[in-house]
């Protein structure tokens, strides 16, 4: 285990620990910022010098996880700041709130760093338990409800995952002497694995973590638990929590397609990640709570990201690169759809109209980050889906295909006819509306708005350009998930690469 | 009694207590089965060092000993003060009754045994109930999960599944490093912990702790 890991660890939990003790509210939310802030930058500092997995680390930095690890790490940074603009004094008790979204980022980074399949599962399970007390921030008992159905589902779901973990444990009995359950030592002992315990432990996995993601069917704590929650924790939840979930399905492709069982898997991937997209396209059409809709087109995203990883090479590329822009978007979108709340108090579609002009900023940026939701060129989105649409044709994979657009364009029409009035619409004439946008002031309203805007401005800056590092690093990462080999290959040939 | 005998036993004992908390309408007594279940298991982590030759070592110690304290001392002892300081002591109504879910749960039983049928185990472990029991009794978990109302009964639900996978786990204990093992107990602990927590609340904000009233979230 090296330094940088231990930092990207450490440095959380302490800061982390530092908001349970400091005395003021101020000192907390900068301990929040600082915490963060210094994560970011130990993660950008260990791209300049990346250092190779050995096969039997528990902890390290591949391709796969340093991207995940990424992109998590900029979204926890930008909602920092947004949380400072956005916190009132209402919460159940600062000190905890903010230790615990400290708390998840550690977890979450867990997750990427582990090449361990046991390790891998823990850090997972250790960040839904952050987050639980997240979703409670509101009190009362709608949020009670929310929590306990994330709860639960997500226990229940991670349990299954654990089953499944088990399974592909006992793929390798077979061999003779025990393997260590590292991706890399399982990719390179793969042709020998049992093949039927490892189908077994591929599906409980794919569903037990799916839970984790929100694949339909197993979506429906999802929209409770990201309308209740406040939306900077919606925005963690549907940025970063999904796709540390996403990298545990990840793994257990990349041992899946060492075996030979790409076929296989993929068939599950997309059969899931379809019925994802159909599922977010019904639930989209005539919702009247911004927040829920919202929630369901992350179960959609979540969907195309698995769709993406079941159409090889060419699909895991523009699945990496939809997992950036989700990201940046749902970022985006959830910090809009908190100042939305904050600007109209409420969250029905219906009574919140002509966002445009009564803040006209705040208008632009939804109008944006709506076009980024549903994928229109410039933004990423659009570069990621159209990639799933090209391999998959290239696949010659025709029905995957159609489904895949109808479904989407099913989503683009009711997200747009739900959000457009929003934006757009006639101003209510109702005093209390006014009442309540005079109270916010002025610099919290800017933070929480420069924040959606620096998300926002990522997505179309990498839409429109995308440097070659960046492009590099998701080739990387999805070449580690169809041909996980080579990577095995070049970790046993030079196993010293220590600088 | 030889170490696969006595495993055996313990394993069929572990499926009649996964039946018997099918039936058993007080929530205490349910609470009471689970700590019975985990204490049996406990000792399972023994005999499957026994059975490989050797004397139980470190890591097959520190399990049983962490099963013990968190399963069956700390984890019982929340749940039922919990249980003690509410009005609410029994299951009343579940949505499958109480002799059709004990049928159910048979049925899924005999459902594991199939399974494990086409199922390959590639070395030869302690007991060949191993399998069998460790689906039953997370398909049983599952079941009362789905069919029960009080959200402490569902809490217990969870525990059986998760009593399950400890069994299954049982055929890879050379392989899981301790660190992992300690992580998956502390995890567990944690979780139900922060349950506890959820159903305090739970019991404080509606007065009751039947989950399926909590269905104000839906599209509208």
Known sequence: ?499 | MSVETATDLVLVMVILLDLGMLTVSRLATTVRFFALQSLLLAFLPLAAATFEGQAPGMHALVIAGGTITLKVVLIPTILLRIIRTGEIHREIEPFIGFTASVLLGAALVVVSFAITARLPVPREPVSNLIVPASLSTVLIGLLTLVSRLKAITQVVGFLILENGIFIFGLLLIEQTPLLVEMGILLDLFVGVFIMAIVVYHIRREFDHMDTHLLDELREA
């Open chain 1, 1 to 499: 285990m090296t330094l940088t890991v231990l930092l990207l660890l450490a440095v959380p939990l302490l800061f982390g620990a530092l908001c349970l003790v400091l005395p003021t509210s101020g000192l907390r939310l900068s301990a929040l910022v600082a915490g963060s802030m210094t994560h970011l930058a130990v993660v950008i500092r260990s791209w300049t010098s990346v250092e190779r997995v050995a096969a039997d680390d528990l902890l390290g930095t591949d391709p796969l996880g340093h991207l995940m690890l990424t992109l998590i790490s900029v979204l926890f940074a930008v909602t920092s700041v947004y949380f400072v603009g956005y916190h009132r004094k209402r919460l159940i008790s600062q000190r905890v709130f903010l230790a615990c979204m400290l708390g998840l980022l550690a977890a979450l980074s867990m997750v990427c760093l582990s090449q361990h399949f046991g390790l891998l599962w823990v850090a997972l399970e250790a960040a839904s338990l952050a987050a639980t007390p997240l979703i409670y921030f509101r009190l009362g008992a709608r949020a009670l409800e929310a929590t306990w159905k994330f709860l639960l589902m997500n226990s229940v779901g991670v349990a299954l995952a654990l089953l499944g973990i088990f399974c592909v444990a006992l793929s390798t009995t077979g061999v003779g002497e025990p393997v260590s359950l590292t991706v890399l030592e399982l990719v390179r002992g793969a042709e020998s694995l049992d093949p039927v315990w490892l189908r077994s432990g591929f599906l409980l996995a794919l569903v037990g973590f799916g839970t984790k993601m929100g694949l339909a069917p197993l979506h429906s704590w999802k929209p409770d638990a990201y309308g209740e929650a406040p939306p900077p924790v919606a925005a963690l939840l549907a940025g970063g929590m999904t796709l540390g979930a996403f990298v545990c399905i990840l793994r257990v492709v990349q041992v899946c397609s060492a075996a030979g069982l790409a076929e296989f898997a993929s068939f599950w991937l997309i059969a899931f990640g379809l019925f994802s997209i159909a599922t977010a396209a019904v639930f989209v059409v005539g919702n009247n709570d911004y927040r829920r809709l919202a929630a369901y087109t992350s179960v959609e995203h979540m969907g195309v990201l698995v769709v993406g990883i079941g159409l090889g090479v060419a699909g895991s590329y523009a699945s990496m690169l939809h997992a950036m822009h989700n990201m940046l978007n749902k970022g985006a979108l959830f910090f809009l759809a908190g100042f939305l709340w904050r600007l109209h108090g409420t969250n029905r579609i219906s009574l919140v109209r002509g966002t445009i002009s009564r803040s006209p900023v705040a208008g632009v940026l939804l109008l944006g980050t709506l076009c980024a939701t549903c994928g229109l060129p410039p933004f990423g989105m659009f570069f990621s889906e159209l990639g799933i649409i090209l391999a998959a044709a290239s696949q010659g994979q025709w029905w995957v295909l159609a489904l895949f657009v109808t479904t989407l364009a099913v989503v683009f029409v009711g997200v747009m006819t739900a959000m457009l009035p929003v934006v757009f619409g006639d101003p209510p004439q109702a005093e209390s509306m006014i009442a309540t946008t005079g109270t916010e002031p002025r610099w919290r309203r800017g933070v929480m708005l420069s924040a959606a805007a620096v998300l926002l401005g990522l997505g179309f800056g990498l839409g429109v350009y995308q440097p070659d590092s960046v492009r590099r690093a998701l080739d990387e990462a999805a070449q580690s998930i169809a041909r996980p080999q080579a990577q095995a290959i070049a970790a046993l040939e030079q196993p010293e690469v220590h600088p």
